[in-house]
Structure formats: structure tokens, C-alpha cells
């Protein structure tokens, strides 16, 4: 399985962005799928995650009522639209997937390599 971010850029705060996830070497419905970031100096973090479905997510307490997280398993692709986005969200972008759905999709077992977010004026 192989994870493709996309749709990172540079953003003014409160401004959106969509990024996206590309799946490829097998149907990526087998898998739960989850976004995370990691900020200059910082640990990496969860920020949301979706069931294989798509019938159930959870988020990070930071991005919850401004992030969605969706998937289309026809395209082999997840999403993650983030609203009223703010400085503190810049970070690098990653999405990984795994065959357990678990709160902010801990112990994945996939990594894309990542996509750059900055939100700055």
C-alpha cells in the first residue's frame, strides 16, 4: 500500500485548505485511515481519524469544528478539509493507514511522506 498526500500550500489564518490522500496497491477500504502533523520542533500528533467505511471518525480536541475527514473508496482517496485554519496548524501533513480504527488512528501501519501546511499573514 502506498499513501500520496496532496493540497498543501500557504494559506492566510482563517482561510481553508483541502488535502488529500491517494491510495495505491490495494483497495485502501481495507484500511482505516488517519491524518497527522507534525509542527517545526515538535512531536507529531494525530488529528483525525476515519473507519474503513467511513461511518466513523473522531478528531483532535485542536481541529474539532474546523477539520472534516472523508473518504471516497471508489477513488481510493481521503480527505481532510480544514476551515478557520490558524497559525498553530501549520505543520507538515502526513496520512497513514491501518486495519484497526482506534481514537486519532494509533499504531498505523502505512506513512505517506507528507505535505507542507503554512498559515501565516
Known amino acids: 500500500l502506498q499513501l500520496v498526500e496532496s493540497g498543501g500550500g500557504w494559506v492566510q489564518p482563517g482561510g481553508s485548505l483541502r488535502l488529500s490522500c491517494a491510495a495505491s496497491?490495494?483497495?485502501?477500504?481495507?484500511?482505516?485511515i488517519g491524518w497527522f502533523r507534525q509542527a517545526p520542533g515538535k512531536e507529531r500528533e494525530g488529528v483525525s481519524c476515519?473507519?474503513?467505511?467511513?461511518?466513523?471518525?473522531n478528531y483532535a480536541d485542536s481541529v474539532k469544528g474546523r477539520f472534516t475527514i472523508s473518504r471516497n473508496n471508489t477513488k481510493n482517496t481521503v480527505y481532510l478539509q480544514m476551515n478557520s485554519l490558524k497559525p498553530e496548524d501549520t505543520a507538515v501533513y502526513y496520512c497513514?493507514?491501518?486495519?484497526?480504527?482506534?481514537?486519532?488512528?494509533?499504531?498505523?501501519?502505512?506513512w505517506g511522506k507528507g505535505t507542507l501546511v503554512t498559515v501565516s499573514s
Open positions: 497513514a493507514a491501518g486495519v484497526v480504527f482506534s481514537p486519532l488512528c494509533s499504531g498505523m501501519n502505512y
Open positions: 496497491g490495494i483497495n485502501s477500504d481495507y484500511y482505516a
Open positions: 476515519i473507519s474503513r467505511s467511513g461511518g466513523s471518525t
